[in-house]
Each structure stands twice: as C-alpha cells, then as structure tokens.
C-alpha cells in the first residue's frame, strides 16, 4: 500500500520533468518513475497522470508558472485538457477558474459535456458534407466518362457499365472489353488525412486490381491537390501513362482533362512529404525518435 502523499501534484511534476527529460540511467524512464512514485507515496498510475496533466498544463499556460498558483488538483487539468480537444478558447477562457480551484469538478465536467456534444453534431455535419460531396463527384464522373466516350480512355471498343462492386472497389466505370478491360475510379481522397498519404491510399487502391486489367484511370476533382501527388508516386513506381492514368474534370465540369503535368515531380519532395520520414518512440526507454528513410540506389525511378 503506498503510503500518504507528501508533495504538491505540480510541484512533483516540475521537480520530475526536467529529470526525465535528461534520464540516462539504467533500466529505462519507466523504472525510474516507479522508483519516485514510491519514494512520493503515489500510485505508478497516479503520477504518470500528474506528469501527463503537468505537461499540457505548461503548454496551456506557460512553463514559468509558479507553484503557488495552481490551486487545483490534477483531475481539474484533466478535464481542461479534454475541453481544449474540443474547444480550445474554452479551455483558455476557463484556465484562470481552473486554477485557483473557483470552478468545481461537476461543473467542469458540465462544461466539457456540452462542448463534446457541440463537436459531435460537428463532426456528423462534416461526415455528412463530405459523403455528399463524394456523391457528387461519382455522379458527375458517370455523366461525364459517358461524354467522353471509350476512346478518350484508350479503348476502341467495349461498353461502359458501372459496376458496385469488385474485390477491394466500390463503385467504378468499366469499359467492358475482353481482352483490354479498363477502369475509371472516381476518386475524391480521404480530407482527414494529408494529400501525400491520400495519393498513396489511392495508389494502393489502383495497384491491388491492376493486374486484371488493361488501364486504370483515377478520376479527381479539379484543381485536386491530390493530382500532383499521385502523379509523382505513380511516376516513381514506372506506372504513370503506362497502366495508370490520371483525368481531372474541367473547370467549367463539362469534360475530363488527362492529367499528366510532368513538372510537379520537380515542386515535390516526396522524402519528405509522406515518401520516408517516420516517427516512433524507443521500447527501451519511451523516448520519441524521429528519422526517414529515403529511397534506396536503384529504386524507383533513376
């Protein structure tokens, strides 16, 4: 049984932080936290939560903070940093409440509540936006693949036929030729990631069903910033007008364009934008490390 707690929540953490920020001990951070929550008469679990409220407490209001004037306990910080996921001018604006312990628990739990049900209904206005939105863009896209009829795509004959669904596909255009199948995939990339990962998503997409077919045409918004990426990933993998196409719709969304701006591959550093950085943290000690891994000699394209 751990026994009572001597210290101040904050003033723990801010004697702590500065020490686990320069740990070079044996047996890793996470023993050495174990060693002070017993010297400190706290749970293991208990402190890592202080650490953890003490670190977006600083954020929040500044590491100069004294310690006399954080008169509330570690659930309170808790409970702001929730709010400030949902609402951060809320949690600036309740900060001062915060810490001089004017506001209760129950209340600010009342206020977190309310702020995640306004960012709930939020974010199903967003879903529902974007859902609409690729809608529209398939939509489109049948209407005007139609319009451009099967030689635009490379095809001399065949029909178009829309077909809801096929292996890893949703719903897509095939020009249905025997012995030249081709598809058209709308496409309008996932916005709650960034436009490089996107691209590759999509050419994931393209490359798990091309060896079935002749061509793959992917179908984009125009003035799609995905464009740009996925041309240089389908580029470097030797697949850009090769099996796989790239058409845009026009400005005034009454034809297709074929996509095929060759001097974006000069603009874009694909390294560093979703081609080899990566981010992790050490399984000896917790720390966060960083790196990349750029493309190997020989890889790719020359």
């Known amino acids: ?18 020490k ?40 929040l209001a500044g590491a100069g903070l004294a310690l006399d004037g954080v008169k509330c306990g570690y659930a309170h910080v808790e409970l702001l940093e929730r709010l400030h996921q949902f609402s951060p001018a809320e949690a600036q604006h309740l900060l001062t409440d915060v ?15 309310e702020n995640a049900a306004k960012g709930g209904q939020a974010q ?14 398939q939509r489109a896209t049948v209407e005007l693949v139609q319009c451009m009829g099967t030689a635009f795509f490379g095809s001399t004959s065949g029909e178009f036929v829309l077909v809801k669904s096929f292996l ?21 990339g996932d916005s709650s990631i960034k436009e490089w990962h996107a691209a590759e998503e999509i050419l994931k997409t393209a490359m798990a069903v091309k060896n079935r077919l002749y061509r793959v045409w992917i179908v984009l918004p ?15 993998e030797r697949a850009i007008n090769s099996w796989l196409f790239i058409a845009t719709i026009s400005r005034d969304g009454t034809g297709l364009q074929h996509y095929n701006d060759s001097a974006t591959l000069l603009d874009l550093d694909l390294r560093g934008a979703g081609g080899g950085d990566w981010a992790g943290h050490s399984l000896a000690d917790g720390r966060m490390i960083y790196g990349d891994l750029p493309l190997l000699s020989g890889a790719g394209v020359d």
């Open 1 to 18: 049984m751990a026994r009572k707690a001597l210290h101040h929540w904050y003033g723990l953490y801010q004697a702590l932080h500065p």
């Open 20 to 59: 686990i920020d320069s740990f070079e001990g044996e047996g890793g951070v996470y023993r050495f936290l174990r060693h002070e929550a017993e010297d400190s008469g706290y749970d293991e679990k208990v402190l890592k939560r202080m650490l953890k409220a003490g670190t977006f407490l600083d954020r």
């Open 99 to 113: 810490l001089s312990n004017s506001i209760t628990l129950k209340n600010l739990r009342l206020v977190v509540e």
């Open 124 to 137: 199903l206005a967003a879903k529902s936006k974007a859902r609409s939105y690729v809608a529209q863009h």
């Open 168 to 188: 890893s596909l949703r719903q897509f255009i095939l020009i249905n030729d025997k012995t030249s199948p081709i598809a058209i995939i709308p496409r309008v």
């Open 222 to 236: 125009y003035e799609s910033p995905i464009a740009a990426y996925l041309f240089a990933y389908a580029y470097r």
